[in-house]
């Protein structure tokens, strides 16, 4: 079982859309949730952290995070075409971060 | 300079070389890390350095070796290595081990 899990993609959505990237994870008791984003040929920046149940909004972009269902989203409202990119979901329990294998977003103008 | 820099940014060498790269980062923090990506594929992650003690070594062979003289700099030492080692090599650094990491620039290696 796969300790990260992302839809590797591409994900579509058309400009001005919200765009829904999701995260399962394996470990029930992970504490910590990161969301980075990933241009081609450029290094992973993060742009979320989530660390209870619930939303958390910054901008356009909102986190969601269900302990119980093991869950972890990130929704980006009135996407552009500069959000195409690849999303990595990272997990954190104690001393250590896992990332998943990302999806890719492709912003269709 | 701020957050996490990496040189060089390019690295082209032989199989028979040896080149280091280099991390630094000005954040104040105490974990530093080494991660491979290559084409098309996850992070790998490398070495896991904790107040300049290496806590995570992944099974990596040993043409790779890190070197952490203290919390700010980071290398990664290379020799003998093989063209499957071609990859975009990043640094990474956060407050502690499990914290949130923010990555160098990377060092985009190719082996000939």
């Known amino acids: 079982q796969k300790e990260v899990e992302q839809n590797s993609g591409p994900l579509s959505v058309p400009e001005g859309a919200i765009a829904s990237l999701n995260c399962t994870y394996s470990d029930r008791g992970s504490q910590s949730f990161f969301w980075y984003r990933q241009y081609s040929g450029k290094s992973p920046e993060l742009i979320m952290s989530i660390y209870s149940n619930g939303d958390k909004e910054d901008g356009r972009f909102t986190a969601q995070l269900n302990k119980a269902s093991q869950y972890v989203s990130l929704l980006i409202r009135d996407s552009q075409p500069s959000d195409s990119a690849t999303y990595l979901c990272?997990?954190?329990?104690?001393?250590?971060?896992?990332f998943g294998k990302g999806t890719r977003l492709h912003i269709l103008p | 300079e701020t957050g996490v820099t990496q040189t060089p940014r390019h690295l082209v060498m032989g199989m028979t070389n040896k080149k280091s790269l280099k991390c630094e980062q000005h954040?104040?923090?105490?974990?530093m890390y080494w991660y491979k990506q290559s084409a098309k594929k996850p992070l790998e992650l490398m070495f896991v350095y904790s107040l300049e003690e290496r806590v995570e070594n992944n099974s990596v062979p040993s043409r790779f070796s890190p070197e952490c003289p203290n919390s700010s700099h980071l290398f990664l030492h290379l020799h003998t290595l093989q063209p499957e080692d071609s990859a975009l090599y990043l640094c990474?650094?956060?407050?502690?081990?499990?914290?949130?990491?923010?990555f160098g620039p990377g060092t985009r290696l190719t082996v000939t």
């Open positions: 990474a650094s956060s407050q502690a081990t499990g914290y949130e990491q923010y």
């Open positions: 990272a997990v954190g329990r104690d001393d250590k971060i896992i």
């Open positions: 954040l104040g923090h105490n974990a």
